[in-house]
């Protein structure tokens, strides 16, 4: 697990889990939906992608999908997890298109900008 999952918390008030690291996600590419103490680090939900939102942040201009291997981008698939910046999450939320949230790999910060509530609506189901 990353250096994340000792120091900064998750909106659960736990310790922040990884997002993935498979695609390698985080905006220090570390598999943590981190921070560090940067305060303009805003890559801090963790969701799994669905085709839904991948087609919906298209259409904002912002492809998800297209490998960008300068950025040490991949490319996002149905299925994926990533740290998605929390206005493109909020921005999904208010159009009905918003992914599955992590709740335990999404970063505290987030709570400044969306409602625990609302997150909690949208989290993940742990698998069995």
Not at 12 to 24: E, I, M, T, W
Not at 46 to 75: Q, W, Y
Not at 82 to 95: F, G, K, M, P, S
Not at 112 to 118: E, G, H, M, N, Q
Request: proline share 6%; aromatic share 8%; hydrophobic share 40%.
């Amino acid at each position: 697990m990353g250096r994340a999952s000792t120091q900064e918390r998750n909106v659960l008030g736990g310790p922040l889990q990884a997002c993935s690291y498979d695609p390698l996600t985080g905006y220090f590419r570390d598999g943590c939906c981190a921070t560090y103490g940067e305060g303009d680090v805003a890559h801090l939900v963790c969701v799994k992608i669905t085709a839904e939102f991948l087609a919906f942040s298209m259409g904002r201009g912002n492809d998800l999908s297209t490998p960008r291997p300068g950025m040490r981008f991949h490319g996002l698939e149905p299925g994926d997890r990533w740290c998605l910046h929390v206005l493109r999450w909020i921005e999904a939320w208010e159009a009905g298109k918003a992914p599955a949230v992590v709740l335990e790999a999404t970063h505290e910060n987030v709570l400044r900008y969306a409602p625990l509530s609302a997150l909690q609506r949208h989290a993940l189901t742990p698998r069995c």
